[in-house]
C-alpha cells in the first residue's frame, strides 16, 4: 500500500497490458497483463485527494489499483471494461448490500465491508484503509457476557464522546475555537495510515518502517495490549481511533496479534518487552479473542446499535451540522476532496493539502443522507445519497478545462465484450508520455485482500506463502500454488459430499492381492468417491509432470499446467460446473458474498458461458526435447511461473500471465529429471544458503547423478533471476537420479533435500544456513528392486515427513526427528508406483495399471488400513498414472472445503475429478 510504480497502461480487446516505466527504460520488454474476461468487479478509488484511480478485482482474488492523472482518464478506463462486471462505488450496488443485510443474506461484518468499499475505502491505501467499530467495551472481566448491554460499547457516539469528561476538554477546546473559520472538536482522526500499521505493525513492520523513516514507534507507543489500547482511546485527548476489519475476521487470523518474526520491538518505561499483543482475561488465546470479537459484531445487541455507528461514520451525521450536533467534528483537512484540491493555486498548496489530509486521515464519502434504517425495517431507495457513484463531475480539479469530463471520447462499441476481435500488440514496449502514464499501485501485503473475497482481493508479496492472512469476507480457495500442504486438521472427513453426483464413481476395497501385499484390509465403512470433471488427452506422449490451481469466485475457473515426454509445456484454463448456493455460514469471501446478490447476479448472466465443465488452452511453449519435471510458484504479485526441465539438460522458467520463457540456466551434464521449488520463509535472515535478494530456492536433479542447488530471485511482473553458479553440488547418489523434492526445516534456516536414484536407493541431505552439507540418510539399493520412482515431503504440526514410492509397489514414510530419518509406516499396492501427493491426512498414490489408490495416514504419517482403489482413472484403456496432484478449496477442517485432483497417464491425457468421503 506505501509503494507505488509508474508505467504506462494499455487495454486491448483481448488483454490489459501495464508496462513499467523503469523496464522501458532499462530495455525491459515484459509488462503485466491481465484478461478482462478475469474481471470480478472494480470500484473508483481516489489517488490522495484526486478522484482518478480505479481498483480491479480479480477472479483469482487479487486486485489491482491504478491511478491515472485526470478523473476523465479514470472514466475512459472504466468505460473500456467489460458491461457485465458490477461496480462498487454505484449507487445500486449499495442498494442491493442494504437489502441483502436487511434479509439476513450477509453478515454485519460482510456489509460493513460492503459499506466501506462503496465509501472508497480499499485495503491498498492505508489512508482510506476500510473503518470497523470498537464493540466490546469490557476487556477486564474473566467471562465475557454478550447478553449484556453493559458489555458493548455505546455505538451511537463515536469514540471521542465515550468518555463524558473528556467530551468536556473537547467541548471546551471547540468554544475556544469559535472565531476560527472551522472550529473542530477532535484534533486526530479515527482512522489514518498510522493508525492502521499502529495495529499491523507485527504483520507488516516493512510498511512501518518506511512510513516511520526506517525506524519503529517508540516501544511505550506500540500498540502491546487490547485493555491498554482502549483506556487510551476512552482517556487519550489525542486518541480517537476506530478499529480494523483484521479484529473480526472470520476465518480468525491472528498473525497481527503475534510477534512471528521475532522483531525487536523494544521495551516500556516499566521495562516490559514489547512482544505478542496482550489480550483480554476472557480470551483464552488470540484466536479465540478474534472470535469473542467476531461473535459480538453479529450479536444482536450490537445489530441493533450498528446503523447508529454507520451514520456517524458513512451517513448524515457524518459532516456538517449533524456531526457538529453528534459530537462527531473534525479537523477540516478530514474533509477535503477534489473540488478542494483543484481551488488551491499553486502545486506547493495542493502537495501540502494533499499530505496533511493523507496523514491526518480522512472522512469516507458520505453514503447515506437519512438514518440508515435498523435490520428488521423496510429498505427503500430515500436513505441512500444519490450521487455516491462519481460518474459526473462538476467541480473537479479538471473543471471546465481541456480534459473535461464532457469531451470524453467514448469508443462506439465496448471492444472489451468482443475479445475475439482482438489484434494483440507485437509487443509492449511504448514510451510513456504525461498523457498515457499512470501511477501502478503495487499491492504490497502478503495476504488475501479482504475485499477481494467480498468483491475480488489483493495480492501477497513477494517471498510469502502464507494463506489468506488478511480479513475478508469469506472466499474459497486459498490461493496457494504449492503442491505441499503445511495445515493440520482432520483429513476429508469433515467435506461434505458434492451436491451433484450424476459423475461420481465409489471407490471399490482393494484388490486381495493388493490387501494381501499390504498386510492390511479394506474397509468399506470409509469408502469415497471420486467425481469427474473432465477427461482429455492434450499430449501426445508420456504427461511428465502436472499441477492444478483450483480457482474460486462464480466460474470457478482454474489453471491446470503440464509438461510432457513430447516437449510441450501447455496451460489450459479449468471452469468447472456450477454449483448450487452454499448457506452464508459456509461461504468465505467478497465473490460469494456478491453471489448473492440478485443485481450482481443479473450483471453476469449477460457474459456468463455455460455450466458445463471444460478445459481450454489457454497458453503452450515446445522445447525441442522431452520435458520431463515441473514445478509451479507464484511471483508474489499475482502471476505464475512454470519450471520445467527436460532433456536439453537445461531449466527454464514460463511466466504463464506473460506467455514467454521469462529465464533458463544449463544446469546439468545429462537430462534433468527431477526439479523442485522452496519459498524462502519469512523469517530466514541472509546466509551463504540464502543470499540476501534470494526469494526462492530450487533444486534440480539429473540423469547424471548429481542434485543441484540454485539460489533464485522472483520479482512483480512474473521476473526471474536464476544463478548461474549452484549455492551446492550433491554427489552421494549412486546412480541416475529420478526424482527430487525439498523442504525447509520448521523455525531454521536449513533445507532439507531428498533424491530417488534409478537403482531403487534415494539420499536425503541437509543443508544449514552456513552452506554446510550433510548426508542424513542413504537407503541402499536392493538387487532387482527397481527405481525409487517418486518422494514427497510434507510439514505436519511442526514435523516433516517424507514419502516415498518405488516400482516394487512398497510406499513408505519416514518422519525428520533428532537429526535423524525415522521409518513411520510401510505398505505394498501390489503395482508399481509412479507418483503420489500427500495433503490432509490424505495419500494418494497413482500406479502403473492406471489405478488410483488411497491411503488414509493418522497423525505422524502413520498408514492406516482403510486403503482405496479407483481402477482406470484416466480412460478405459488404463494408461499408467505418470504424474499426480492434489489441492484444496475451501477449508477441510470445518466441512467447507473440496479436494480437487488431476492425473497424467502415459498415453498424454488428464483427468481432473473432485475427491470426497462417500456418504451412504
Not at 190 to 199: D, I, K, Q
Not at 387 to 400: A, M, N
Not at 521 to 528: D, I, L, P, Y
Not at 865 to 880: I, M, Q, R
Amino acid at each position: 500500500p506505501l509503494q507505488q510504480q509508474r508505467g504506462c497502461l494499455v487495454m486491448t480487446q483481448e488483454r490489459i497490458y501495464f508496462q513499467f516505466a523503469q523496464g522501458v527504460l532499462e530495455g525491459d520488454s515484459r509488462a503485466m497483463s491481465w484478461h478482462p474476461a478475469d474481471i470480478q468487479a472494480y470500484a473508483r478509488r481516489y489517488h490522495g485527494l484526486k478522484d482518478s484511480a480505479v481498483e480491479i478485482y480479480w477472479k483469482d482474488q487479487t486486485s489491482t489499483l491504478l491511478a491515472l492523472e485526470r478523473t476523465h482518464e479514470r472514466e475512459q478506463v472504466v468505460r473500456l471494461l467489460p458491461n457485465n462486471v458490477p461496480c462498487h462505488t454505484d449507487r445500486e450496488f449499495l442498494l442491493q448490500a442494504s437489502q441483502e443485510w436487511q434479509k439476513k443474506n450477509i453478515t454485519n461484518y460482510d456489509y460493513l465491508l460492503l459499506v466501506n468499499s462503496a465509501a472508497g475505502r480499499s485495503f491498498q491505501d492505508l489512508s482510506r484503509y476500510p473503518v470497523f467499530p470498537w464493540v466490546i467495551a469490557d476487556y477486564t472481566s474473566a467471562k465475557l457476557d454478550l447478553t449484556k448491554e453493559s458489555t458493548f460499547r455505546d455505538m451511537t457516539k463515536p469514540v471521542g464522546a465515550l468518555n463524558e469528561k473528556r467530551l468536556g476538554y473537547f467541548q471546551q477546546r471547540y468554544e475556544s475555537m469559535r472565531d476560527m473559520e472551522d472550529p473542530f472538536l477532535y484534533g486526530t482522526h479515527y482512522s489514518a495510515a498510522g493508525y492502521v500499521l499502529y495495529y499491523l505493525v507485527r504483520s507488516m513492520p516493512e510498511q512501518m518502517l518506511c512510513l516511520q523513516n526506517g525506524k519503529f514507534d517508540a516501544p511505550d507507543r506500540m500498540f502491546h495490549s487490547i485493555d491498554h489500547c482502549y483506556r487510551c482511546v476512552l482517556s487519550n485527548h489525542a486518541d480517537v481511533k476506530e478499529l480494523i476489519p483484521e479484529f473480526y475476521h472470520p476465518n480468525n487470523d491472528y498473525d497481527f496479534l503475534i510477534n512471528a518474526r521475532g522483531l525487536q520491538l523494544g521495551a516500556t518505561q516499566t521495562g516490559d518487552r514489547v512482544n505478542d499483543v496482550s489480550y483480554p482475561p476472557w480470551a483464552k488465546s488470540p484466536r479465540h479473542f478474534l472470535k469473542m470479537n467476531s461473535k459480538a459484531l453479529e450479536s444482536e445487541i450490537c445489530t441493533q446499535m450498528l446503523p447508529r455507528w454507520i451514520d456517524l461514520i458513512f451517513g448524515s451525521k457524518s459532516r456538517g451540522e449533524a456531526a457538529k450536533e453528534a459530537h462527531n467534528l473534525f479537523h477540516r483537512s478530514s474533509y477535503m476532496g477534489p473540488s478542494d484540491l483543484a481551488a488551491l493555486s499553486t502545486p506547493e498548496e495542493r502537495f501540502q493539502a494533499e499530505l496533511q489530509a493523507t496523514e491526518f486521515g480522512i472522512v469516507p464519502d458520505q453514503l447515506f443522507i437519512g438514518p440508515h434504517p435498523l435490520r428488521h425495517q423496510t429498505v427503500d431507495d430515500s436513505f441512500v445519497k444519490p450521487d455516491i457513484g462519481r460518474t459526473s463531475f462538476s467541480g473537479t480539479e479538471e473543471g471546465k478545462g481541456e480534459g473535461a469530463w464532457e469531451l470524453l471520447e467514448t469508443p462506439s462499441t465496448n471492444f472489451m465484450d468482443h475479445p475475439e476481435q482482438d489484434q494483440q500488440p507485437e509487443f509492449l514496449n511504448p514510451i510513456p508520455t504525461n498523457s498515457s502514464e499512470s501511477d501502478f499501485e503495487s499491492e504490497a501485503r502478503d495476504r488475501h485482500h479482504p475485499f477481494n473475497e467480498l468483491y475480488g482481493n489483493g495480492p501477497s508479496p513477494q517471498r510469502s506463502s502464507r494463506k489468506s492472512d488478511r480479513p475478508g469476507i469469506p472466499l474459497s480457495g486459498t490461493g496457494d500454488l504449492s503442491e505441499k500442504s503445511d495445515r493440520t486438521g482432520t483429513g476429508f472427513g469433515g467435506i461434505p459430499p458434492s451436491l451433484s453426483n450424476a459423475s461420481s464413481f465409489s471407490a471399490a476395497p482393494l484388490s486381495p492381492t493388493a490387501t494381501d501385499h499390504a498386510n492390511a484390509r479394506a474397509s468399506a465403512s470409509t469408502e469415497w468417491d471420486i467425481k469427474f470433471i473432465e477427461k482429455s488427452r492434450i499430449h501426445a506422449d508420456t504427461v511428465s509432470g502436472c499441477s492444478v490451481i483450483s480457482g474460486t469466485g462464480p466460474n470457478n475457473q482454474s489453471i491446470l499446467a503440464t509438461t510432457s515426454l513430447d516437449g510441450g509445456l501447455k496451460i489450459h484454463n479449468v471452469s468447472f460446473a456450477a454449483k448450487e448456493a452454499e448457506g452464508p455460514s459456509k461461504q468465505q469471501g467478497i465473490t460469494s458474498t456478491l453471489s448473492r446478490f440478485s443485481y450482481i447476479t443479473m450483471s453476469r448472466a449477460a457474459g456468463s458461458s455455460s455450466s458445463q465443465p471444460k478445459l481450454a488452452e489457454f497458453r503452450s511453449h515446445t522445447s525441442r526435447d522431452a520435458l520431463a519435471c515441473l514445478a509451479l510458484i507464484s511471483d508474489g504479485h499475482g502471476g505464475k511461473i512454470a519450471f520445467a526441465g527436460g532433456h536439453d539438460d537445461v531449466v527454464f522458467a514460463y511466466g504463464i500471465t506473460s506467455g514467454c520463457a521469462v529465464a533458463s540456466v544449463y544446469s546439468h551434464r545429462d537430462a534433468v529429471t527431477g526439479l523442485d521449488v522452496m519459498d524462502r520463509p519469512s523469517f530466514v535472515p541472509e546466509s551463504k544458503l540464502w543470499r540476501e535478494q534470494s526469494t526462492h530456492i530450487m533444486v534440480s536433479g539429473s540423469w547424471d547423478a548429481t542434485v543441484k542447488v540454485w539460489s533464485v530471485i522472483v520479482s512483480n511482473g512474473e521476473t526471474v533471476s536464476i544463478d548461474r553458479e549452484p549455492l551446492a553440488e550433491l554427489f552421494d547418489a549412486d546412480s541416475s537420479i529420478v526424482c527430487v523434492s525439498s523442504a525447509c526445516v520448521p523455525n531454521e534456516e536449513s533445507v532439507v533435500i531428498s533424491a530417488g536414484c534409478a537403482d531403487g536407493s534415494f539420499c536425503v541431505w541437509k543443508i544449514h544456513g552456513d552452506g554446510v552439507k550433510v548426508v542424513m540418510h542413504k537407503e541402499q539399493a536392493k538387487r532387482g528392486s527397481g527405481p525409487c520412482s517418486v518422494l514427497k515431503w510434507s510439514t505436519m504440526n511442526g514435523k516433516l515427513h517424507l514419502f516415498t514410492g518405488f516400482s516394487t509397489g512398497k510406499v513408505a514414510s519416514f518422519t525428520l526427528k533428532d537429526g535423524s530419518m525415522k521409518k513411520v509406516s510401510a505398505a505394498s499396492v501390489g503395482v508399481a508406483v509412479q507418483c503420489l501427493a500427500y495433503s490432509e491426512n490424505i495419500l494418494l498414490v497413482g500406479c502403473s495399471d492406471g489405478g488410483l489408490r488411497l491411503i488414509p495416514t493418522r497423525e505422524g504419517a502413520q498408514f492406516t488400513t482403510d486403503l482405496s482403489l479407483w481402477p482406470s482413472v484416466n480412460n478405459k484403456s488404463a494408461p499408467g498414472l505418470s504424474c499426480l496432484s492434489m489441492s484444496f478449496v475451501g477449508n477441510p477442517a470445518d466441512g467447507s472445503g473440496k479436494c480437487i485432483c488431476c492425473t497424467g497417464a502415459e498415453d498424454g491425457s488428464v483427468a481432473l475429478f473432485e475427491l470426497k468421503r462417500a456418504h451412504r
